[in-house]
C-alpha cells in the first residue's frame, strides 16, 4: 500500500467535508468550506497519481472552483454515468453541475487572477426542498433518482432525468439524517440519522422496509455525518456510528432479514464514514497452485471520530491495515477509484489522504460480467443488470392496460421533448449565440454606439445590454467561444491544459517515490516563504507609484463595504457636474404624478360624496346623531344633497356596459351597527334615469326615465329596452329604483316595492310582487330573479316554473358579526344566490339543505397554506372563470403563504391541502359550478395520487363509479352537475396510473368501466 | 446562489487624460430571467480620507435581463474637479463599480486608479493647484478587486437579514499594501501579471 498526502488538494485550510471520485478516475471533487460561501472544487487526479505530473507546470492541479453555494458544503457525488455532480450543503439547497463543453479556462473575475479554471462545471439545476442544512446526497444506481437528506429529518428523491421534479420525501426519522445508501440492486435506499435508527426504505413505493433501532440505542449525535454503504454484491449494508458493549462500532446489517449479528471493531471514537470497494474481489491465484474455488468477498474502508482508518475484508477476520494519525481531525469522506485500487481520504482538517493499494493486498476485482452474475444468482433479474434505458423503477407492470397506458404516456413525453432533446441532455442549460455570425471583437467596437440607451419615466438613464449568448436548454455552443474568447485570459493555454489532461489523465500506478510520505508540513512552510517573499516584492513594486500607503490603506476599505452613498444617491447625483437632464426630468414626472394624484382625490372624494349621499337615503328615517361617522358626514351630506340630482342627470342616457351605479354604490355603505335591531340593507337612490346593458349575446339594453309624464294625478316611468336593434317599451306606475335582467328576464323594483318582472320581449311574466322594505340589490340570471331587501332578507324566484326557491330567507344568520356587511352579492345560471359579506366570507344559501353554507373566505387559514401547485392541470387553461372563481378572487392566493411556511411540517400542509381541496369541492357543488367542479375534482385526484392517499382515492372512485348492477334500493345518482360521474372517472383515471402505486386500483376501476361500457 | 455573475469588466480608453470619461465594458452572465432591472453605478472616491467626497459619477439601470450573457458599456464623465480635494488629486484612488438589484448591493468591483502629470517636470514640481488638464488617469485595470454581497434576489416581502459578507481579507489586510491581499494571492510565481502597469 501507498499513501500519499497531496498538500495541494486544499481549501485553503478550510475543512474539506467530502471527496468523490469521479468515475472515469481522471478527477475528484471536493466539497467543503470556502472563504465566505461553500466551495466545491474539481482537481486533476493525474498530479495525484503521478510525480512527473505533479511537477509540471503545464498539468493543471484544480480544474474548477465553484463557490456558488452560499454555506458550507457538506458532500459532492458524481452521478454514475460521470456527466453531473451533485453537491448538498448547509445551504439547504442540493445543486447539480454540468461540464460545459467547449468554453476555454477562465478566471472567475476578480478572483486570484490567472488561476484559471481549466473545466468550466456550472450549476444546471437548484434543488430546493429541505428545510435544513443537507447532508448527504446519493444517486441510485443508474443516476435514475437523486436522494437527498438532511438535518430537516427527510429524504427527498429526485427524478434525475427530470430535475426539479421531486419523486417523493421519505419521513419517518425524528433526527437529522446524515447518510443515506443506495441499494446497489435497486431495490432500497438506507438513512441513518441522529434519532438511534438506520431505515431502509423500498423503491417500489417508498415506504419504510425497516427500522433498526437497536445498535444506535446507546449512540449520541456527536458526528457531522453518519455516511453507511452498501456492499457491492448488496448482501451487507454497514453502518457508520453504533455501539457495541459502549464501544464504537461500524454496524453490518444482512440484507436478509436485516439481522444485525456483526460489526467492525476498533475504532476508538465514533465512526463517521464508511464506504465499499465497488469491486467484489477473489482470491489471488497464486502461480503454480492449484485454482482452488474461493469465495468472492468485498472490501470496505471505514473512516472514524479518532482521525484513523481502518480497511477491511469480508473475508478476514481483522482488518487489512489501520492507518493511524493520517489526519488532525475527524476523518470526513471517503471515494474509491472505480477501479477498486485506489482511494481518497479527507478531513476536517482540510487535507485529502491518497491510498494506493495493490492487486496482491486487495485480491483479484471480479469483471463486471461476474459480478453481474453474482447479482443474479441471488437477485435474479437485477436493475444492475439491466440496460440503462431500463424502467424507473423495477416495478413490475401488472397488466396489459396499465403498460399501455404507461408506453402512450412515454411515447407523448417523448414526442414533447422533441426532436434531439432526450432527457437529461435537454435540462442542461445552453448558451446559443445570437450574433448572427459578427464577431465578439466587431460587436465590442461598438458597443457603445450600438447598446439601446433609454430614459425611464422618472428621467434614468436605462441601458439594454447587449445579449451575446442566450441561456437555453441544451448544450453550450461552440459558435460563440471558439471565435474569441471573451476573458482577456490567454486562451491559447487553454487547448494546450486540456489536451494536457486528456493524455495524462489515464490512472496508473502511484509513483514510487511517494512511498508513505506526508510531505505537507514543509510544503507549507515553503510556500508561506514564498508569500512572505512575494509580500515584499509587491510592496516595492507599490511604493514606487505611490509614495502614499496611509491612504492606500483607508482606500481599501471601500473594495469591501458596502458604500453609504448608495442610499443618498440623488444627492450625490445632484451635486455632480454633467448630469442636467437627470435633475430636470424627474421634476416633470413628479409634478405629472402630483397632478395625478390630485385627479385621483378629487375622484375618490366625489365617490365619498355619493356613499354618504346613499348612507343619508338608507338611514334618511333615523337621527343624524345614529350615524357613525358623525360631523364629518352630515356636513358632506348637506353638501352633497343638492348635488344628488344633478349626479343623477349626468349619467348620460346611452352608456352601455355600464353597471347600475347603485350596485357599486352599496358594496362601499357599510351595514347599520350591530345594536339595531332590524337589520337593514343600504337602498340604491332614484335616479332620473338611468341605463344598462343587461346581457352581451344577445345585446339587450335597459334604459329607464322616471316621471316621464304625469297622467291623471300620478307620475309615470317608462322602462324602454332595446334587444338585438328591436325596442319595446312599457310604463310603470312608480319610480324605478333598480333593474337587472338576464338573456332571458328583465326585473324592475319600483319605490313603491313592487317588483316588475318581464320576458326580454316585454311581457309581463309574473304579477307584481310587492317586497316587504325596500330592494337593496337585484340580479336576474338565466331565468331566476333574485332580491335582496333592505330589510336583510333574501329571495329567489324560479320564472319559468313560477316558484320560490328561497323565500324571504333572513342574512342575520350570517351577518351576526358585528362590522359585517354585504360587499357583493350575485345569482349564478343554476340560480343558486351567492353573497360575499365584507369579513371576507362568502355563503350561498342551498335550497336543498335550505341553509346557508360558506363557500368562501379570504381569510382562512387553510386557503393560505394550501400548497397544490404540482398538481394544477399544466395543459389546460386556468381556472375556469364560475361562481366560486369570482367569489374567491381570480388571483386566488392559495398557497401563496405555502413557500413561506416551508418550515410547516410536511403532514401538517398535506392536511391543510386536502381540507382545502375538499371545501373547493363541496363549495363548487353547491354552487352547482359544474366546470369548477370538475377542474377541483380533477386536482383534488392529482393530490391524492402524489400524496398516495389510496383510502380517499378509492372512496372517490367507487363514488364516481356507482354501483356495477342495476338495482332499485341504490340512491346513487349517475350524474352531478350535470356531469356524468362515470365521465368524470374516466378523466380521474389515468391521473391515478400515473403512479405506479396504484396500478391495481388503475386496472380495477378501468375493467369495471369497460364492463359497464359493454353493457 | 448569486444569480448574476459578473464575468468580465473590460476598462476602456485607459490610461487617459483626467477629464475623459470613464468607459467600463461590463460582461455578466444571468441564470434566469431578472424581473426587474440592475442598477449600476460608478462612484469616484475623491478622498480617502472620508467618504464625503466620493462621487456617484453615474447610475445606470440595465434591462431587461433575460438569462443568458450580456454585455454593454457604462460610461460616465470625469469627476467634478471641484468636488476633490487639492491634495488628494494627485495620486492614488479608487473607482468602484457597484451593482444592485431591488436595492441591494451584491457585487462591488474597485479599482486603483492612478493621478499623475505626464509631463515630467510637473511630475518633479507639482503646481499647488491641481491642473487637471495635465493629469493622466491611470486605472489599474489588471487587478480588480471583486466583493460580492449575498443578497435576497427573490424579493419577498421578508427581506433577508443584512447577511452581508465583509470580505475577509479586510480584517487582515491592515498592514498590508492592497495588492498582497492573503486572499487574493496568485499562486506562486505570478507576481509579474497582479503588478501594477501604472509606473
Known amino acids: 500500500m501507498k499513501l500519499l498526502k497531496p498538500s495541494w488538494v486544499s481549501h485553503n485550510g478550510k475543512p474539506i467535508f467530502s471527496v468523490d471520485i469521479h468515475p472515469d478516475g481522471t478527477k475528484f471533487a471536493t466539497g467543503g468550506q470556502g472563504e465566505d460561501s461553500g466551495k466545491v472544487m474539481i482537481w486533476n487526479m493525474a498530479p495525484v497519481l503521478r510525480e512527473e505530473d505533479e511537477k509540471n507546470e503545464n498539468v493543471p492541479k484544480m480544474l474548477c472552483q465553484m463557490d456558488n453555494h452560499l454555506a458550507c458544503v457538506n458532500c459532492v457525488r458524481w452521478s454514475n454515468n460521470g456527466l453531473y455532480l451533485a453537491s448538498g450543503g448547509d445551504d439547504k439547497l442540493v445543486m447539480v453541475w454540468k461540464r460545459a463543453a467547449f468554453i476555454g479556462p477562465s478566471t472567475v473575475f476578480g478572483s486570484s487572477s490567472k488561476l484559471a479554471n481549466v473545466e468550466q462545471w ?77 431505515k431502509v426504505w423500498r423503491t417500489v413505493d417508498w415506504q419504510m422496509e425497516a427500522n433498526i433501532t437497536k445498535p444506535f440505542s446507546e449512540c449520541g449525535g456527536t458526528t457531522h455525518v453518519l455516511r453507511l454503504s452498501w456492499s457491492p454484491d448488496g448482501q451487507y449494508l454497514v453502518s457508520a456510528h453504533a455501539m457495541n458493549n459502549s464501544g464504537p462500532t461500524a454496524q453490518i446489517v444482512e440484507r436478509d432479514g436485516w439481522k444485525t449479528n456483526m460489526d467492525f471493531v476498533g475504532h476508538r471514537k465514533a465512526v463517521t464514514v464508511v464506504k465499499f470497494n465497488p469491486k467484489i474481489f477473489k482470491k489471488k491465484q497464486k502461480n503454480g497452485s492449484s485454482p482452488k474455488p474461493s469465495c468472492p468477498y468485498c472490501c470496505c474502508a471505514v473512516g472514524s471520530k479518532d482521525r484513523s482508518l481502518s480497511v477491511w475484508l469480508t473475508s478476514l477476520k481483522r482488518p487489512l491495515v489501520v492507518i493511524h494519525d493520517l489526519f488532525d481531525k475527524s476523518i470526513m469522506d471517503i471515494s474509491w477509484t472505480l477501479t477498486g485500487l485506489g482511494m481518497l481520504v479527507c478531513s476536517m482538517d482540510g487535507t485529502v489522504a491518497y491510498l494506493d493499494f495493490s492487486l496482491d493486498e486487495l485480491g483479484d476485482p471480479l469483471s463486471e460480467d461476474e459480478k453481474n452474475t453474482i447479482h443474479q444468482n441471488i437477485y435474479g433479474k437485477s436493475l444492475a443488470i439491466t440496460s440503462t434505458e431500463a424502467q424507473l423503477s423495477t416495478t413490475i407492470i401488472e397488466n396489459p392496460e396499465m403498460l399501455k397506458y404507461q408506453q402512450e404516456r412515454q411515447n407523448s413525453a417523448q414526442a414533447n421533448a422533441g426532436p434531439g432533446g432526450a432527457g437529461p441532455e435537454s435540462s442542461a442549460p445552453k448558451l446559443n449565440s445570437v450574433m448572427n455570425g459578427e464577431s465578439l471583437e466587431d460587436i465590442r467596437k461598438n458597443l457603445l454606439k450600438k447598446q439601446v440607451e433609454t430614459r425611464t419615466a422618472d428621467g434614468r438613464r436605462r441601458i439594454t445590454p447587449l445579449c451575446i449568448a442566450q441561456l437555453d436548454t441544451g448544450d453550450f455552443s461552440p459558435a460563440l467561444f471558439n471565435s474569441v474568447p471573451i476573458l482577456p485570459s490567454g486562451s491559447s493555454m487553454s487547448s494546450q491544459l486540456t489536451n494536457q489532461l486528456s493524455s495524462d489523465s489515464s490512472p496508473g500506478q502511484l509513483r514510487p517515490s511517494h512511498d508513505a510520505m506526508l510531505t505537507s508540513p514543509p510544503a507549507n512552510s515553503a510556500a508561506k516563504g514564498l508569500e512572505d517573499n512575494n509580500d515584499g516584492v509587491k510592496s516595492s513594486l507599490l511604493l514606487t507609484s505611490a509614495s502614499k500607503i496611509e491612504p492606500m490603506k483607508a482606500l481599501d476599505s471601500r473594495f469591501t463595504e458596502r458604500s453609504k452613498a448608495t442610499p443618498g444617491v440623488t444627492a450625490a447625483i445632484s451635486s455632480t457636474a454633467g448630469l442636467t437632464p437627470l435633475d430636470s426630468r424627474p421634476k416633470d414626472a413628479l409634478s405629472a404624478l402630483k397632478d395625478a394624484k390630485t385627479k385621483e382625490e378629487t375622484s375618490s372624494d366625489s365617490e365619498d360624496k355619493m356613499a354618504a349621499i346613499n348612507k343619508n337615503l338608507a338611514f334618511g328615517k333615523r337621527k343624524p346623531e345614529l350615524l357613525l361617522d358623525g360631523g364629518e358626514v352630515v356636513e358632506k351630506r348637506k353638501k352633497g344633497r343638492p348635488r344628488k340630482d344633478k349626479v343623477a342627470a349626468s349619467i348620460p342616457q346611452p352608456f352601455p356596459q355600464v353597471t347600475p351605479p347603485a350596485e357599486r354604490e352599496a358594496s362601499r355603505v357599510s351595514a347599520p351597527p350591530a345594536p339595531i335591531a332590524v337589520l337593514k340593507l343600504p337602498t340604491p337612490s332614484t335616479k332620473k334615469a338611468f341605463s344598462l346593458q343587461v346581457s352581451m349575446e344577445p345585446s339587450v339594453f335597459l334604459e329607464v326615465e322616471n316621471e316621464v309624464s304625469v297622467v291623471a294625478g300620478s307620475k309615470l316611468s317608462q322602462l324602454r329596452c332595446s334587444r338585438d336593434g328591436r325596442d319595446w317599451n312599457t310604463l310603470l306606475p312608480s319610480s324605478v329604483v333598480t333593474a337587472a335582467g338576464s338573456s332571458d328576464v328583465l326585473a324592475v323594483a319600483c319605490e313603491d316595492r313592487m317588483l316588475s318582472v318581464f320576458s326580454s320581449c316585454g311581457r309581463r311574466l309574473l304579477p307584481s310582487i310587492q317586497l316587504s322594505t325596500p330592494v337593496s340589490a337585484l340580479h336576474c340570471s338565466a331565468h331566476f330573479v333574485m332580491v335582496l331587501t333592505a330589510g336583510a332578507t333574501l329571495s329567489v324566484w324560479d320564472v319559468h316554473k313560477q316558484k320560490a ?115 373547493q369541492l363541496a363549495s363548487a357543488l353547491t354552487l352547482q359550478s359544474a366546470q369548477e367542479y370538475r377542474y377541483w375534482l380533477l386536482i383534488y385526484a392529482r393530490f391524492l395520487v402524489n400524496e398516495g392517499s389510496e383510502y380517499r382515492l378509492r372512496e372517490l372512485c367507487k363514488e364516481l363509479l356507482g354501483p356495477v348492477h342495476k338495482s332499485a334500493a341504490t340512491s346513487w345518482e349517475p350524474t352531478t352537475l350535470g356531469l356524468r360521474k362515470r365521465e368524470l372517472l374516466r378523466e380521474v383515471l389515468p391521473v391515478i396510473g400515473e403512479n405506479l402505486r396504484f396500478q391495481r386500483l388503475f386496472t380495477e376501476y378501468q375493467d369495471q368501466l369497460e364492463l359497464l361500457r359493454n353493457k | 446562489m448569486a444569480k448574476v455573475q459578473v464575468l468580465n469588466v473590460a476598462v476602456l480608453d485607459n490610461p487617459s487624460p483626467f477629464g475623459n470619461p470613464f468607459q467600463f465594458e461590463i460582461t455578466f452572465e444571468c441564470m434566469e430571467d431578472l424581473p426587474e432591472d440592475l442598477e449600476w453605478k460608478i462612484i469616484y472616491v475623491g478622498s480617502a480620507e472620508s467618504e464625503e467626497y466620493d462621487q456617484v459619477l453615474d447610475s445606470v439601470l440595465v434591462g431587461p435581463v433575460p438569462a443568458g450573457r450580456h454585455m454593454f458599456v457604462f460610461q460616465a464623465d470625469a469627476p467634478n474637479t471641484g468636488l476633490i480635494p487639492e491634495s488628494d488629486a494627485v495620486g492614488v484612488t479608487v473607482v468602484l463599480i457597484t451593482c444592485t438589484y431591488r436595492g441591494q448591493e451584491f457585487i462591488r468591483i474597485g479599482y486603483y486608479v492612478n493621478n499623475e502629470y505626464t509631463d515630467p517636470e510637473l511630475r518633479e514640481n507639482p503646481p499647488l493647484k491641481p491642473d487637471y488638464t495635465q493629469l493622466q488617469r491611470n486605472i489599474l485595470a489588471s487587478n480588480p478587486r471583486v466583493t460580492r454581497f449575498h443578497i435576497n434576489w427573490e424579493g419577498l416581502a421578508d427581506k433577508m437579514e443584512d447577511s452581508e459578507n465583509v470580505d475577509p481579507s479586510s480584517n487582515i489586510s491592515g498592514m498590508l499594501p492592497p495588492s498582497c491581499i492573503p486572499e487574493k494571492m496568485p499562486p506562486l510565481g505570478l507576481i509579474a501579471d497582479n503588478s501594477m502597469d501604472f509606473m
Open chain 1, 122 to 198: 456550472r450549476c444546471v439545476t437548484i434543488l430546493r426542498n429541505h428545510t435544513g442544512d443537507v447532508m448527504d446526497v446519493a444517486w441510485s444506481p443508474h443516476d435514475v433518482w437523486l436522494a437527498s437528506c438532511s438535518v430537516d429529518n427527510t429524504i427527498v428523491i429526485w427524478n434525475a432525468r427530470k430535475f426539479p421534479e421531486m419523486v417523493t420525501c421519505l419521513r419517518g426519522h425524528t433526527g437529522l439524517v446524515k447518510g443515506l445508501t443506495w441499494d446497489p440492486v435497486g431495490k432500497y435506499i438506507a438513512s441513518q440519522a441522529d434519532d438511534h435508527s438506520l
Open chain 1, 805 to 919: 326557491l328561497v323565500k324571504n330567507e333572513s342574512l342575520l344568520t350570517i351577518l351576526s358579526g358585528a362590522d359585517t356587511s354585504v360587499s357583493q352579492s350575485l345569482l349564478t345560471q343554476q340560480g343558486v344566490p351567492v353573497i360575499g359579506l365584507s369579513n371576507g366570507k362568502s355563503y350561498c344559501f342551498s335550497s336543498s339543505l335550505e341553509t346557508w353554507t360558506l363557500i368562501a373566505d379570504k381569510g382562512d387559514s387553510l386557503v393560505q397554506c394550501a400548497d397544490f401547485r404540482s398538481c394544477l392541470p399544466t395543459h389546460d387553461a386556468p381556472v375556469s372563470s364560475g361562481p366560486l372563481a369570482v367569489m374567491q378572487g381570480r388571483n386566488l392566493n392559495a398557497g401563496r403563504l405555502a413557500s413561506r411556511l416551508s418550515s410547516t411540517p410536511h403532514h401538517l400542509q398535506q392536511s391543510m391541502t386536502l381540507a382545502f381541496l375538499e371545501n
